[in-house]
């Protein structure tokens, strides 16, 4: 987002991923975000949560949910879905974890636009209550009902497409 376009709110989340033993002769694991923790725990990143049977939950570090008016139609829509998600996005990395964590977001669309990039893992997990009200509160903050327009037709010019004559009368 450009400078203009700051969040009015951002809601720091901690982040939970699952790796679970692959039944693959090319990969050893398969990674995916799991859940969102309301608030950022005191944890340093990485840090195992649970390990049991090929898997290890990990408290994978933190990001923010950044708020923005101009999307309130689409947190709005989020909500209305009946089973509200936050997008969690993990990047590609170098070093001692395949992964970091690049963001969170309430955007489907935005989340949406992460899958883009291939290597990008994204998963949509369930929403947790304190996040769910604090958007709920955002959006009756700030949303402003945008009016649909529609784009009027300019009548046909039946002469627009017609053949024309050159200056000697002849075509």
């Given amino acids: 987002m450009s400078a203009a376009a700051l969040p009015l709110v951002r809601i720091p989340v901690g982040i939970v991923v699952e790796r679970r033993k692959a039944d693959s002769p090319w990969v050893d694991f398969v990674w995916r975000g799991v859940a969102v923790l309301p608030d950022e725990p005191e944890t340093r990143s990485w840090t195992v949560l649970r390990e049991e049977e ?71 997990v369930p929403m947790p209550e304190m996040l769910r009200e ?15 327009f529609k784009r009027k037709r300019r009548q046909a010019d039946p002469e627009a497409l017609a053949r024309r004559q050159h200056e000697g009368g002849h075509e």
């Fill in 54 to 124: 090929g898997t290890t939950l990990f408290y994978a570090g933190s990001a923010t949910v950044d708020l923005y008016p101009s999307e309130t139609a689409r947190y709005h829509d989020n909500l209305a879905s009946g089973s509200p998600c936050i997008w969690i996005v993990l990047a590609p990395a170098e070093g001692a974890w395949p992964y970091t964590v690049a963001t969170a977001t309430a955007d489907p669309a935005e989340g949406e636009a992460f899958t883009e990039a291939g290597a990008n893992l994204v998963e949509a």
């Fill in 134 to 148: 604090a958007i709920d509160s955002f959006i009756a903050e700030h949303h402003v009902e945008r009016e649909f």
